[in-house]
């Protein structure tokens, strides 16, 4: 038998703006689109800070103008989402993106540090990143002390490569090979 | 939960003032099931001959009983403001122009479903017995039968689940005499 999603329906990205401008988002919402649906971003809890703390300066120290760091910031996918991933590296541009948030192709890589969303980030985040073409995606697993690396996107919603690398590895971004990252400095 | 990152919930209030804004395009069939916003699906014949069958039939049994309605607002809670397919009412008279009607006003409710019986049958269905619709009927175009649900629980089922199809009678246990054929509300 044929197992068919609800009907949901299905925000653009116009409407989710305008839901904000009208106040039914609260302006400090944190919320992000994805595949049309609204979702809160559950509250982050110290550990997920002092990851994202840490990985700042690794991604940005080695970047001599090659990239620009974003954290939580729009990465607008295609009209039905514009998640917010806790960090993208996205090719440079004089106006840091001013007039429209980044779209795929200028997303060099993407991480998201994840500890209660991550069979949602493996998931339906995974799927939709995979579908929009998003490069290379990188899931900071905190329970487990590990980063999976997915690369090569599938328009079926899958990345063609996936590798876990633990405590004791290093890891780099296919794009740029000298931003090396120990995976110890991390935790 | 199927996701481990929660949807944003809409207010019906909210629900509501979208809707006015015309964030739903001036064709769109939407409903409010649990906070999030639900496409109501196309009727093809089969399903609106169902819903024209029992609309009929049970307007002419009613003898003043009920008032029955078909895919207008009900509204269960905060979070959720359905358009079920069918439903029998209690009569307040004039009441209802100005609210919609509620669980307590809610005799019987159907669901004719073909491509949203996975959504009928789960969270619709949950959302149904926890709101203490006291009676639900889903009319299964797929399997040919109709699925009596009654004894809501507030965990989200029901206690009584029966089966009936072919020549079997169905009715609403608050009216027994309003019995009707599975086979002639399906018309086949």
Redesign the interface.
């Known amino acids: 038998m044929r197992?068919?999603p609800?009907?949901?329906?299905r925000?653009t990205v116009e409407?989710y703006y305008?839901?904000g401008e009208?106040g039914?988002?609260a302006p400090d919402?944190r919320?992000e689109l994805l595949d049309g649906?609204?979702?809160?971003?559950?509250p982050v809890g110290p550990f997920h800070s002092s990851v994202e703390s840490r990985l700042v300066p690794l991604l940005s120290s080695t970047a001599k103008g090659r990239w620009i760091v974003r954290g939580q910031s729009p990465v607008h996918l295609n009209d039905g989402s514009e998640p917010l991933p806790d960090f993208t590296l996205v090719k440079p541009r004089a106006d840091h993106y001013k007039q429209k948030h980044p779209r795929p192709e200028d997303v060099f890589l993407l991480v998201e540090v994840a500890r209660?969303?991550?069979?949602?980030d493996r998931?339906?985040k995974l799927i939709a990143y995979a579908l929009a073409g998003i490069a290379e995606y990188w899931i900071v697993n905190l329970k487990a002390k590990s980063v999976e690396v997915h690369r090569g996107p599938l328009p079926i919603g899958e990345y063609s490569q996936m590798s876990r690398h633990k405590k004791g590895e290093v890891i780099a971004p296919a794009a740029f090979p000298d931003l090396q990252i120990a995976v110890a400095d991390l935790f | 939960m199927l996701t481990s990152v929660p949807t944003h919930d809409l207010t019906v209030e909210e629900f509501c003032r979208l809707a006015d804004e015309g964030a739903f395009g001036p064709n769109a069939r939407v409903e409010l099931l649990d906070g999030e916003v639900f496409e109501m699906l196309p009727i093809g014949p089969f399903h609106a001959y169902s819903n024209r069958y029992l609309t009929n039939y049970f307007a002419w049994i009613g003898k003043g009983r009920w008032l029955v309605d078909m895919q207008n607002p009900v509204l269960l809670n905060n979070r959720s403001q359905p358009q079920p397919d069918f439903t029998l009412l209690r009569d307040l008279g004039e009441e209802y122009s100005t609210r919609h009607p509620g669980p307590a006003d809610i005799i019987l409710l159907v669901e004719v479903s073909e491509n949203s019986l996975r959504f009928d049958q789960g969270r619709k269905l949950a959302t149904h017995a926890k709101a203490g619709i006291r009676e639900y009927w889903i009319v299964n175009l797929v399997k040919l039968w109709v699925e009596v649900y009654r004894q809501p629980s507030p965990a989200g089922t029901y206690d009584s689940v029966t089966r009936k199809q072919g020549e079997d009678l169905i009715v609403p246990e608050a009216f027994p005499d309003a019995t009707m054929q599975v086979s002639k509300l399906l018309g086949r």
């Open positions: 197992v068919e609800p009907p949901y329906h925000f409407e305008r839901m009208v039914i988002l919402a919320v649906r609204i979702y809160d971003m559950l209660t969303s991550l069979p949602f998931k339906a």
